[in-house]
């Protein structure tokens, strides 16, 4: 204020051939005092007489004051009775904006509404998502309070307490020891304090010895968080983060700090008294309660708790508001043509509430080149983010290590210099400040009914699912292709997966296969090289012949089975399979028909006898083939099976197979066989009994119980396996069914033959008693 009215005064531009000065008050945090600073203003330095002005020169035009709201509100109840103007340098409140309720009150700040936005974007910066709030008891605190918690909600950031200071509490040391204990009970790391420097200067100023807490504090400029020297507990607040409003340099300022000196204004109680008590020294000599004060003593020697050479926001602020008066004056004075004067000449005190009309309306561009505008506040201030580093040697420090520019667009408006912050004494790095344990890759967050959103469980990914960062919402699902690892933190590439010939599982079916496959081939060989003999002849040797030979080709088959999938694999695979064990269960089912009319036509004239030689059995073989040919090619024409891909029934595999295309024509084959078979079961079942001396019918009922248990037992095993395992159930069932086929019909006839070949002749036959 002193550097704006000297300026001012040495303008020859700016209120001409006129001097400005200024008074001095004390403004208390108590409306009693407050008003009777006030009453002394208004009546002089006499006795506070109401209405009556005992001060006749110096008269003051205007009160420049009102650091916080409170104060401009008590003031303002008195001064607004003789409509004096107002200009307040405090924070901004909308609460004071109100034209009716407050008409003579002029705010020179800038709307703070981005400082909530900034801290929060500072907060998720560093993942802090568990702060304290601490605040004074103030309207305006109130406010900074639901927009600060407004901002956290939206950005997932948590309150763990909340505490307000009070100002008459200032010195209350239960009070100071009670926030204490509540801070070291609370695990938040980082704390947000906002409001006036009087309510919070039990934070900083208690002589109660207390363990040093030390926590990140977030707070803006306008608490003034200048060290006490050689007070030690105040390091708790080493390495806090200041967001202060943007300034310009104002030229000639330091060079104002430099030589200002109080013997240059004796006049100046006030700079006197800042002097000694800063330099801890006296003006007057003979004094024996200090030393004399240096005349070359200059205030850019003082530590920053004494005096910032730098402009402050709020100093900022002051300087604006001084050269806001100092222009509405002159304008006034040019609107006015004629000045009214009386016997002293300073009538300036008369026209106070004509100086509104002009306050509303000024604008100018201040010496830092910024334009300033009186009337309502549409600006929001841009922060400069400061470190307050404090040193052993009772010296601190403030540095800039960011920004935080509201008109940017969203995302660019935060800056912030990492490396060059200094963190608080046990930190050494930025340390989380959270509610819950850290879920760490592999889990994701899961929230807790009841309890605030940042306070979470960690539970471990789903199946299928990773999480390779810290702190997951949601875990990610792997590629198709891929499957995570045990941990869930990664993928890795899944293994194709199919029945090979390579493997021991493929290798075996494929040699069990190979080897029933000869072994029917060397039956066949057998029954051709006794085709003469009655045990060959007795049940039609030519069906024997195609049952054979089919056999052969089932087993052969199911070598389509084994192998990586192809179009050829999977077109043929199951046709090949359902055409070749039709044409062997309808063989069966024409030998048990066969023994069945051989007994049913004995007679000579019987009509039956046709259809006991080999072309009509044949026949029906041929018949029943040709409906299942049908039913495949219907099934090929319509939805053939072609080779697939299967991500899902392995975890750590990716399975080729061959996609039936149908289910329905799929269980359409497998039905139609397994009514052949029941078919034949039945009719063997029936003619188990028959006399006859090579009658196979026992052999086929036992053979058609075996081939039927094994696919009955086949459906379920085939629905619950998955993958190359199922291909293996399809394998075993069509080489245990087949196996089951050729022992129990042809290898008892092969032991006779080769065996005992003399139970395989005519004479053996004759001379049997049960032939």
Partial sequence: MMFAVEEINRNTKLLPNITLGFHIFNAYHNDDRTLESS?????????????????????????????????????????????????????FDPLLSDPVQFPSVYQMAPRDTSLPLAMVRLMVHFKWTWVGLVA????????????????????????????????????????????????????????????????????????????LVYRMWITS???????????VYFDNFHGALIFSEQTNNIPGFKHFLKTVNPAKDPENIFLQNFWNSAFGCTSKVGRVDGAVCSPNASLDTLRLSYLDMTMSDQSYTVYNAVYAVAWALHEMFLVRSEMESNSNGNILGTYRWKLHSFLKNIQFNNSAGNHVVLAE???????????????????????????????????????????????????????????????????????????PVCCFDCAPCPQGQISNQTDRDQCMKCPEDQYPNRERIHCLPKRVAFLAYEENLGTALASIAASFSLLTALVLWVFVKHKDT?????????????????????????????????ATNCLLRQTTFGVMFTVAVSSILAKTITVVLAFRATRPS????????????????????????????????????????????????????????????????????????????????????????????????????????????????????????????????????????????????????????????????KNNPNS
């Fill in 39 to 91: 009453l002394l203003w208004l009546s002089g330095q006499g006795p506070t007489i109401p209405n009556y002005s005992c001060e006749r020169q110096g008269k003051s035009i205007v009160v420049i004051g009102g650091a916080t709201s409170e104060l401009t509100v008590s003031m303002g109840t008195l001064l607004e009775l003789y409509r004096i103007p107002q200009v307040t340098y405090g924070l």
């Fill in 534 to 566: 009655p045990i060959v002849k007795a049940n039609n040797r030519d069906l024997s012949y195609i049952l054979l030979f089919s056999l052969s080709l089932c087993f052969l088959c199911s070598l389509f089975f084994i192998g990586r999938p192809s």
């Fill in 606 to 765: 019987s009509k039956r006898r046709r259809w006991v030689g080999s072309r009509a059995p044949i026949s029906l073989v041929v018949f029943c083939t040709f409906t299942q040919v049908m039913i495949c090619s219907m099934w090929l024409f319509l939805s053939p099976p072609f080779p697939d891909v299967d991500t899902h029934s392995d975890t750590e595999h990716i399975i080729l197979e061959c996609n039936e295309g149908s289910l329905i024509a799929f269980y359409s084959v497998l039905g139609y066989i397994a009514l052949l078979a029941l078919g034949s079961f039945t009719v063997a079942f029936l003619a188990r009994n028959l006399p006859d001396t090579f009658n196979e019918a026992r052999f086929i009922t036992f053979s058609m119980l075996v081939f039927c248990s094994v696919w009955i037992s086949f459906l379920p095993t085939y629905q619950s396996t998955k993958g190359k395992m199922m291909v293996a159930v399809e394998v075993f069932s069509i080489l245990s069914s087949s196996a089951g086929l050729l022992g129990c019909i042809f290898i008892p006839k092969c032991y006779v033959i080769l065996l005992q070949p003399q139970k395989n002749t005519k004479k053996f036959l």
């Fill in 377 to 451: 506040k549409k600006s929001v201030a841009n922060y400069d983010i400061l470190n307050y580093v404090t040193f052993g040697n009772d010296t601190e420090v403030l540095v800039k290590v960011g920004e935080f520019i509201s008109e940017t667009p969203l995302g660019q408006e935060f800056i912030i210099q990492q490396k060059t912050i200094v963190w608080p004494r046990t930190w050494g790095e930025p340390l989380p400040s959270r509610c819950h344990k850290v879920c760490r890759p592999g889990f994701h967050i899961k929230v807790q009914e009841g309890k």
């Fill in 136 to 211: 004074s008891d103030e309207s305006r605190s109130e406010k900074f309070l639901r927009d600060l918690q407004e901002e956290m909600v939206r950005n997932d950031v948590c309150v763990a307490f909340i505490h307000k200071m009070f100002t008459a509490w200032t010195e209350d040391e239960r009070f100071h020891s009670y926030f204490l204990k509540k801070l070291s009970d609370s695990t938040a790391r980082v704390i947000v304090i906002y409001g006036n420097t009087d309510a919070l200067l039990t934070l900083r100023f208690s002589e109660i010895p207390h363990t």
């Fill in 221 to 231: 400029s306008h608490w003034d968080i200048a060290k006490k020297p050689g007070y």
